[in-house]
């Protein structure tokens, strides 16, 4: 549990507002906004712009709730590792309880409002999102078991489900497809980051697989799932949200995160100590464009079938 002893007053009057917008994890954010617009323009049914456009607000709004609150929980271990320790909770310019306010009152706001613009189904949506990465990923599965990214996985994977349900109202294939997309990204994407940054998980006692079942489990792992995914995420090219620019990217990504994936898994603990994880940090690198590239071909694809030119009509 989080510990909101971390001098909750003592440093607020110095926090400034990129602390308090820190709290919103931007980076993270920029992908949720990013794939939920994807979900909204790829949908078959046109959104007036505003509508759209107050409606990714909300969803951005949602996002950094999450944000907030995860901020919250996890005080105590981020200030144990090295990558998080600087955050504006256990860096001590920002109080935990300051950040639960912060990411509570986010979140009413995101879900009522995105209810009032859209449609009570994405709204719904959006609850479940905020609820699932707080209480299910976070309080839950982070510090219990080293599924914890494979199942809370899901929580990222949401956005464009509800981009899609904003325009439809509802569920269908092609947003279960996107969702199964970022969810299969996910593990391989933080297994990698692990990889270079397992001493801070050792620290926090946080149980991720290289903690609990090795580096070479891992790297076992990375390969699997990256299997699957250039599997799924090529396969995509053949369905209503894909086409040939979507299958064109798809083919060189994949190869190429499949390499990767195959150099992590060809190395030996001495290799990766002696080169400071060279491969590990690449392939994690390569695994941000992979994403964004796969969501923008969807976001091409939607375009050019405004005017009868996508997919393979």
């Given amino acids: 549990m989080t510990d909101t002893s971390i001098d909750n007053h ?3 009057n110095e926090a400034q507002f990129g602390d308090y917008f820190a709290l919103l994890k931007p980076r993270v954010m920029s992908l949720v906004v990013f794939t939920a617009f994807v979900g909204l323009l790829a949908a078959p049914v046109p959104v007036h712009p505003f509508i759209g456009f107050v409606s990714i607000l909300f969803i951005a709004i949602g996002g950094g709730a999450s944000g907030a609150l995860n901020m919250w929980w996890d005080a105590d271990i981020d200030a144990v590792m090295k990558r998080t320790r600087n955050r504006p909770i256990p860096a001590g310019r920002v109080s935990g309880d300051t950040a639960l306010a912060i990411g509570v009152a986010l979140a ?48 990222g994977a949401f956005p464009p489900m509800i981009g899609w349900a904003v325009a439809t109202g509802g569920i269908a294939p092609e947003s279960i497809l996107m969702f199964t997309l970022i969810f299969m990204w996910t593990p391989p994407h933080f297994w990698a980051l692990a990889l270079f940054m397992r001493s801070d998980y050792d620290d926090a006692g946080v149980p991720m697989l290289t903690v609990t079942h090795g580096r070479r489990a891992t790297r076992n792992h990375i390969l699997g799932y990256t299997i699957l995914l250039a599997a799924l995420a090529i396969g995509t090219g053949f369905t ?39 491969a590990e940090r690449k392939f994690f690198k390569l695994s941000l464009l992979y994403l964004f590239a796969h969501f923008g071909a969807i976001l091409i694809e939607a375009g050019l079938s405004r005017f009868g030119l996508g997919g393979w009509a």
């Fill in 10 to 12: 003592a440093y607020e």
């Fill in 108 to 155: 009413a706001f995101g879900v009522i409002f995105l209810g009032l613009a859209s449609n009570w189904v994405a709204a719904g949506l959006l609850a479940f999102t905020i609820f699932f990465y707080v209480v299910i990923y976070s309080i839950w599965l982070k510090r219990w078991t080293p599924q914890n990214i494979v199942i809370g996985g899901a929580a």
């Fill in 240 to 278: 209503s949200v894909g086409g040939p620019v979507y299958l064109s990217v798809a083919v060189v990504l994949n190869a190429l995160f499949l390499k990767g994936a195959v150099d992590i898994w060809r190395r030996d603990e001495d290799m990766s100590e002696a080169d400071n994880f060279a």
